[in-house]
């Protein structure tokens, strides 16, 4: 089956010193994440450790918010790409289900490896990120109908699996199961709690026509 999954914003066309500054300002924030956390970063030190002013941090991302949802879009970005062009199980050529199973621990694991910065990309509006990635539902609703489970509408499954499985889990976890000591035992039982659930949703047999014509519809 042909990937047909959603573009991430890509940038419009940019002059050559905007991208150049737009780089920097990545790879300063990036530095800084490493060395602190994200919590302690300010927008004097993304300028300076960028080499750029102030004023151009502002003008480029609108906000220290917008930095980091530049950087949660990059790494976005990186699972996108290996969704539709890496290796199975991940990427194209295993089995649906097997698919399935790989999404969700590779989103669980980058929602684990991204928690900082997305917490540090949250404006202050919102009390509960909606943290969907616009990748989750299409591709999960688009292995539902490979593989083609027992429900009658795979619509209302997606949606249903995608909050499952999206960010405001990883941002509602108390900081302390975010610890270097309990991180690694908290993405353990996320993965597995993700493959017994998809795996046994997805083990019931599919309806035949009989079943369908009674009113089951996919």
């Known amino acids: ?26 790879a300063a924030a990036r530095a800084l994440v490493a060395e602190r956390g994200a919590s302690d970063v300010t927008m004097d030190e993304l300028a300076a450790r960028s080499g750029l002013g102030k004023g151009t941090v502002f003008r480029r991302f ?41 999404y969700g ?18 404006d202050g509006g919102q009390k ?19 593989i083609r489970p027992a ?11 995608t909050g499952a499985l999206d960010g405001p889990l990883m941002l509602q976890l108390p900081t302390e199961d975010l610890s270097s000591a309990a991180a690694a035992r908290q993405r353990k039982r996320l993965m597995q709690g993700w493959t017994e659930l998809v795996t046994r949703l997805c083990a019931l047999p599919h309806r035949g026509p009989s079943e369908e014509a009674h009113g089951v519809h996919r």
């Open 128 to 146: 509960i990120p909606a943290g969907e990635s616009p990748l989750s539902r299409l591709h999960i609703r688009m292995l539902l109908g490979e």
């Open 151 to 161: 429900f009658g509408d795979l619509d209302v499954l997606a949606a249903q699996l």
């Open 1 to 26: 089956m042909k990937e047909f999954l959603p573009q991430l914003g890509k940038p419009r066309p940019e002059r050559a010193d905007a991208v150049r500054n737009r780089a920097l300002l990545l």
């Open 105 to 122: 621990t590779a989103r669980i694991g980058f929602l684990f490896d991204n928690h900082e910065i997305a917490r540090a990309s949250l």
């Open 62 to 102: 609108g906000s220290r918010a917008g930095i980091f949802q530049a950087l949660l879009d990059e790494e976005e970005r990186s699972l996108q790409q290996a969704v539709m062009a890496g290796d199975p199980p991940l990427g194209p050529g295993a089995p649906g289900l097997e698919r399935l199973v790989a």
